[in-house]
């Protein structure tokens, strides 16, 4: 009787790992009921606190930050992923009725905004930042965007200097995103104390008026971003530390002591009935590369990876049995490995290890990081698998 393995990745315990077991035991059984399928739940031998935390530093309420500062570094987490992130939110103020005999107020801010020269100070910090030449880009990039234009209709007489700030913020994260971009390091990407001096002289050079949040804005900000700042991480460091370190805490245990991890797959395979078919996935897919290049473990006739890092690892020379230029042992099995164009932690073999790996591309249609783990669910996934179940 064929027994079939299933080999789970990173971050996986007990209650996770018999979801998917279920899941993928059901698809087996589907078409091939005298199939055999058995666990191998190695995440009790992965990352876990020895010593209930210590390592964990904890929020000092003498250091807590006020509700304005932590907004401003909230509002800089939200401008790193969208530049144009709080003239959206001023796009949604009401409308102000406009004037029918002079200028409109968001005709000065834009007249003020597109007509701004540098001054020396100002060129001289945007110089030190490291954005000197990506701000005039930055700036036509921000006075063009819809979110701009459709704050400039919003804008009022009485609340004109509420829209500066919010508008330097704009220009000097898009400046930031175009920097990284053209992958240049630029002081200002990790200076904060620098990022915020350009930003006043900007605001400076754009008006007189006082700096700050303005007033209708400050709320909304708070409101809509606090629950993803860095208070929120702070006041809550245990239970975060708790959910997010299996996962690289799994990558980092198996890449410095994963012989562990190796030895309780072999046992598996020891006690299980052949021929053998492991399933691994993703860091299960690592580990089962390597234990195969150095056993060589004549019951297993087929290894599946899905959704798996070996062949890159590979490439950079960092798979932990085999050497980038080695071959793969004769006594390899076949080796079949399904990956998702979505799915940024898949990767193809057979342009790597030419001849010994099928690659079989399947469409989870979902994005990343949820592709990563789409995959039992997928037809085209069991369609690959069951067609070469011995």
């Known amino acids: ?17 018999n979801e998917t077991f279920q899941i993928i035991e059901q698809k087996i059984h589907a078409q091939r009921p005298d199939i055999k399928v058995s666990p191998c739940l190695w995440g009790a031998l992965g990352a876990k606190f020895n010593d209930n935390r210590a390592s964990v530093p904890l929020e000092d309420a003498t250091l807590a930050l006020s509700q304005e500062e932590e907004a401003e570094i909230v509002l800089w987490g939200q401008l790193y992923r969208d530049p144009l992130y709080e003239l959206r939110l001023l796009s949604l103020k009401p409308v102000e009725a406009g004037n029918p005999f002079g200028e409109e107020p968001g005709d000065v801010l834009q007249s003020r905004v597109a007509s701004l020269t540098p001054g020396s100070q100002l060129e001289a910090k ?24 459709h704050a400039l209709l919003t804008v009022s007489e009485f609340d004109l200097s509420e829209y500066y ?15 990284e971009l053209q992958e240049k390091f630029s002081p200002i990407l ?31 900000l708070v409101e809509l971003a606090l629950p993803m700042g860095t208070n929120y991480i702070t006041g809550n460091r245990l239970e975060l530390t708790d959910k997010i370190s299996p996962m690289p805490g799994d990558i980092l245990l198996y890449q410095t002591r994963g012989e562990k991890i190796r030895a309780f797959i072999q046992e598996q395979i020891a006690q299980a009935e052949p021929p053998v078919v492991l399933i691994a996935h993703s860091l299960g897919g ?6 195969l290049v150095q056993q060589q473990l004549s019951q297993v006739e087929l290894l599946v990876t899905v959704g798996s890092q ?17 071959l793969l042992p004769e006594y390899f099995p ?5 990956y998702d164009l979505r799915d940024f932690l898949s990767y193809v073999g057979n342009r790597i290890f030419p001849d010994r790996v099928q690659d079989v591309v399947v469409d989870s249609r979902q994005p990343f990081p949820r592709s990563h783990g789409a995959y039992w669910t997928n037809a085209k996934t069991w369609e690959a698998i069951i067609s070469r179940l011995p």
């Open 334 to 338: 076949e080796w079949l490995n399904i």
């Open 310 to 326: 070996a062949p890159f690892l590979y490439e950079i020379n960092a798979l932990y049995s085999l050497e980038y230029g080695q």
């Open 286 to 291: 690592i580990a089962c590369v390597d234990l």
């Open 126 to 149: 945007l110089q030190e930042a490291g954005i000197a030449e990506v701000f005039e880009p930055a700036r036509e990039a921000v006075i063009h965007s819809e979110p701009y234009e």
């Open 1 to 17: 009787m064929t027994t079939v393995i299933f080999v789970h990745g990173t971050g996986i315990r007990e209650r996770e790992y």
């Open 190 to 220: 990790t200076d904060a104390q620098l990022r915020d001096k350009v930003v006043e002289l900007l605001t400076l050079a754009l008006t007189d008026a006082e700096l700050g949040l303005g007033g209708w804005l400050l709320k909304p």
């Open 165 to 179: 700030a919010p508008i330097a913020r704009a220009v000097v994260a898009q400046a930031m995103f175009i920097s």
